[in-house]
């Protein structure tokens, strides 16, 4: 059950704001989200350690529970990779488990309790944090920036620099003679940097999009005890209705931030198809 942070802000306007504040540092563009970089940073390292330890610990007889969900996990992405990716790459299939362990780890921060991690943090002096990386749309575009050089990358490695630049002037509408191909590279130039600046737009803003409404609802439904006590003294009929509305939305949530962090995994897979296929 989501509660209130027991020196929270006093109305649900305060509340909410206070909660979609970074711990940060510097302005605009040059801001640093400190909260959401440590986050990243422990997550990620959980992760390095979780794999590298079951891998170390792992036997050929009757493996614990532990080492088959993992195992599962590892075939079950291997083999998407396998059905997806064309080309030959050793790198593809352990890029799609990372990608899809540590966005699934950082989605899955927002099962926590809204004022738990917030709530310890101001006991020792900080006032804003935001526990959930990929609400951040600082962290999902960077992710997207990743995939996109990586496109570029094996867009490169598998055609050559010729070929590659080449298909910006070729495709989609290819044609015969010089001429022809000359009148048809502007067109084909346009489309293709469009094509290229909407993956990483779309990548970012996909994940952000969900993961900052999910954050945002856990928020509201945390808001009906303060509206309560704010109010009449509903308080008994809000509190409640607080706990059924936070264990449905949990319910249904953990569904999205898997959902999300599949998605994200095949577009990066698909994207990297796509830039090592010779058209």
């Known amino acids: 059950m989501r509660t209130m942070a027991a020196e929270g802000p006093e109305n649900m306007t305060g509340y909410i704001s206070h909660h979609l504040v970074h711990l940060s540092t510097g302005e605009g563009f040059r801001a640093l989200h400190l909260d959401s970089i440590f986050f990243k940073l422990v997550l990620a390292l959980f992760f390095i350690v979780l794999f590298i330890g ?16 993992i195992e599962m996990l590892v075939e079950w992405v291997d083999g998407l990779v396998k059905e997806t990716f064309h080309g030959r790459s050793q790198l593809i299939a352990p890029l799609a488990l990372t990608v899809f362990c540590l966005t699934f780890l950082m989605n899955f921060m927002d099962m926590l309790p809204v004022d738990l991690l917030p709530a310890a943090a101001h006991h020792v002096g900080i006032e804003h944090l935001r526990v959930v990386p990929t609400a951040d749309l600082s962290t999902t575009f960077g992710m997207a920036i990743c995939v996109f050089l990586l496109i570029q990358y094996y867009g490169i490695k598998h055609k050559g620099l010729g070929g590659f630049l ?7 509408f290819h044609a015969d003679g010089i001429v022809a191909k000359i009148l048809l590279a502007p067109a084909n130039l346009l489309l293709r940097l469009i094509e290229e600046g909407v993956r990483p737009v779309s990548l970012s803003l996909r994940l ?28 008994y009929v809000m509190g409640p209705l607080q706990l059924i509305a936070g264990f449905v939305w949990t319910g249904f949530h953990v569904l999205i931030i898997t959902l999300q962090a599949f998605i994200f995994m095949m577009l990066t897979v698909v994207y990297l198809s796509m830039a090592a296929e010779h058209h």
């Open 54 to 69: 079951v891998a170390r610990r792992a036997t050929s007889g009757v493996p614990g529970k532990l080492q088959c969900a």
């Open 208 to 235: 952000f999009g969900n993961m900052y409404a999910g954050e945002l609802i856990f928020i509201l439904i945390a808001c009906m005890t303060l509206g309560a006590s704010l109010g009449s003294g509903l308080t």
């Open 166 to 172: 080449t298909e910006f002037v070729t495709v989609p």
